[in-house]
């Protein structure tokens, strides 16, 4: 069974993977029913802090709670007792036969955790690889031009160029963004049709369309980061990299303004050194990068790839894409 935290963790990818001995979610809590401290037992079970997961055990302790025999009784005593933040509509907490999924807020930012089991990561690997994978970075291997990938998630679509069999996606995934209200209140990547990733670059230094001020504040991020005359995204990336701050952005980028002066004003954001911690790997299919940003908030990524390296990885970028979507994989 495995154990996920999506939190500001000191993993690249922002969240906690941990492996654990039990056959199903309802084993794991039985397991773990009565303890002397609750809260140390959490850090030595699942790698760490777990924020408000204490409190079910807590309670279990106060009130002599008897240990739940099923899943029903499970989700019952859950939903009464396990301390979740923000949760006015009760939607917070879900329980199925073999995966639990947790929302909540630490009073900074949100996060959720997630127990699933083996049968739920062997069915659902277009829900879960991404969830699950914990290694940095992801796998550079690519299809050979004419692969299809059909990715069957919401996205947001952004024109550049004329319609074609491939596409580019971007997965910006951060702790603040004007197109959301809160950092777990997804709305989802973005697609680029008819390009492959060695193209996009140009492509957006080529637009100084006034309609662009309704892009995705990602895309007029990204337009900013690239260079007059490159044709590479990948210093666009390696600059964003560099960049300091949780929220890091142009105070001019709203009116989405003429490509160069917006990039200038972009240059000024950029410190003289790259921060040691920050992680890129540029490859002709995907571009990814863990950017450093403190020691509290730990790092944000971005992810940018095509339907050749998607086509390569079908499961993966599915599962990314819906990461970017909805804070529970299993939301239709």
Wanted: glycine share 6%; with cysteine.
């Amino acid at each position: 069974m495995f154990f996920v935290c999506r939190w500001r963790e000191e993993s690249p990818f922002s969240k906690r993977v941990v492996t654990l001995p039990d056959a199903t979610v309802l084993d794991w809590f039985r397991r773990g029913w009565v303890h002397d401290d609750p809260e140390a037992w959490i850090d030595s079970e699942l790698g760490g802090h777990v924020y408000g997961l204490e409190s079910i055990f807590e309670e279990v302790r106060k009130r002599n709670l008897p240990r739940p025999e099923s899943v029903d009784e499970l989700r019952e005593l859950l939903n009464e007792y396990l301390w979740v933040e923000g949760d006015d509509e009760g939607a917070f907490i879900r329980l199925g036969e073999h995966a639990l999924r947790v929302r909540t807020d630490d009073d900074e930012v949100d996060l959720a955790y997630y127990f699933l089991d083996d049968v739920a990561a062997a069915a659902s690997p277009d829900r879960l690889a991404f969830l699950l994978h914990d290694t940095w970075p992801l796998p550079a291997s690519s299809a050979a031009p004419g692969a299809v990938f059909d990715h069957g998630v919401p996205v947001r679509t952004v024109r550049l160029a004329s319609p074609g069999p491939e596409s580019v996606f971007s997965v910006r995934l951060c702790w603040e963004s004007p197109d959301a209200y809160r950092n777990l209140d997804l709305v989802g990547a973005i697609v680029f049709p008819g390009l492959t990733l060695p193209d996009l670059a140009a492509q957006l230094r080529g637009v100084d369309d006034p309609g662009a001020h309704g892009w995705p504040h990602d895309v007029r991020l990204l337009r900013a980061l690239v260079a007059p005359g490159e044709n590479d995204v990948g210093p666009a990336l390696e600059r964003y990299a560099r960049l300091p701050g949780y929220a890091p952005s142009p105070t001019g980028l709203n009116p989405a303004p003429a490509h160069a002066p917006i990039h200038g004003e972009m240059l000024e954001l950029l410190p003289a050194e790259w921060p040691a911690e920050s992680l890129i790997r540029l490859d002709p299919h995907i571009a990814q990068v863990a950017r450093y940003i403190d020691g509290f908030f730990g790092f944000d990524q971005w992810f940018l790839f095509d339907t050749r390296w998607a086509a390569a990885h079908p499961d993966l970028a599915r599962s990314l894409l819906r990461y970017a979507a909805h804070w529970d994989p299993y939301e239709t």
